[in-house]
């Protein structure tokens, strides 16, 4: 039996055509670049054509990458048509998504687009509070289902997405070489608070928290304005960003884990879909299992 062709390949493969770049479109679809290079290495394995032309940094399409361009959106669309037809319309209501801010900017675009062409009757309503806050919100019930950027936690959090926490400052400025090191960070519930004190304090590193904020926006601002270093998981990083490496004085961080945490107090076929939503928009934990193999 002649094997099918990834609809999840298509949609990153199109995101590559749209934006002229595996960078761009890694942001698009939420992945990690070298997890968009290995979905198009095996796409072109399937079809046994090349679909790029490398021209310096921008990735064009080949003739049988305009050729396939066509098809893709296509099936896309369809796919997208298929699940509203079939599953859209039998669900209606309300269901109330948690996100922390630092990653609303980036996954709820996605999550939304999808969710409300499958489901148009049904409304979502999104709180963006930090992880800490929004466990508590699901405790008393305020939540169905809540996205949460650590995993310290003894509940059952279902992990679908990894990430590198990454130190960053801005490209205008050498604010990473000033003496104490200034910070913005969370406030101290913040797992990332923690890791970055910890982190510098090993090496060595004077330093001195400057901003504190539940909100990612107050922090990053810090960061673009030149008045502070911070660390920000790698999905979230904005153009005026630089990241530190080990050459700059800043040690490696580890990866994050971010996992949904559903309400168990009241289970409902909407959080259930809206999980589904999620976790095949988001995940790369899969991705980097079959890279593995």
């Not at 409300?116 to 929004?134: I, K, M, N």
């Not at 004190?197 to 810090?222: C, D, F, K, M, Q």
């Amino acid at each position: 039996m002649t094997a099918l062709i990834d609809i999840d390949q298509l949609r990153t493969f199109i995101a590559i055509a749209e934006t002229g770049s595996f960078t761009k479109a890694a942001e698009v679809v939420h992945k990690t670049q070298s997890a968009v290079s290995m979905q198009m290495k095996r796409l072109e394995e399937r079809l046994n054509k090349p679909i790029f032309a490398r021209d310096g940094r921008a990735s064009k399409l080949t003739d049988d990458g305009d050729r396939l361009l066509d098809y893709a959106r296509r099936i896309v669309k369809l796919n997208l048509e298929a699940l509203s037809t079939f599953s859209g319309p039998e669900l209606s209501g309300r269901v109330r998504l948690g996100v922390p801010d630092d990653y609303a900017d980036r996954y709820l675009p996605e999550i939304m687009a999808r969710f409300s062409r499958a489901y148009p009757g049904v409304e979502l309503t999104v709180l963006c509070e930090p992880s800490a806050d929004l466990l508590r919100r699901i405790d008393v019930n305020d939540l169905d289902l809540a996205i949460i950027t650590t995993t310290e936690t003894q509940r059952n959090v279902e992990p679908f997405r990894q990430e590198r926490l990454l130190w960053v400052t801005s490209v205008r400025h050498a604010t990473h070489t000033e003496n104490p090191l200034p910070l913005a960070l969370g406030k101290q519930t913040c797992s990332w608070r923690r890791i970055a004190l910890e982190h510098l304090e090993r090496t060595g590193r004077p330093h001195r928290i400057l901003y504190t904020s539940s909100n990612a926006g107050a922090y990053v601002a810090a960061v673009l304005a030149g008045l502070s270093v911070s660390i920000v998981p790698e999905s979230t990083l904005r153009p005026g960003m630089r990241v530190l490496t080990p050459a700059d004085g800043f040690p490696e961080l580890p990866y994050c884990r971010v996992g949904l945490v559903r309400n168990t107090h009241e289970s409902s076929a909407l959080a259930d879909a809206l999980a589904e939503h999620i976790i095949s928009s988001l995940d790369n934990l899969s991705e980097t299992a079959q890279a593995a193999e």
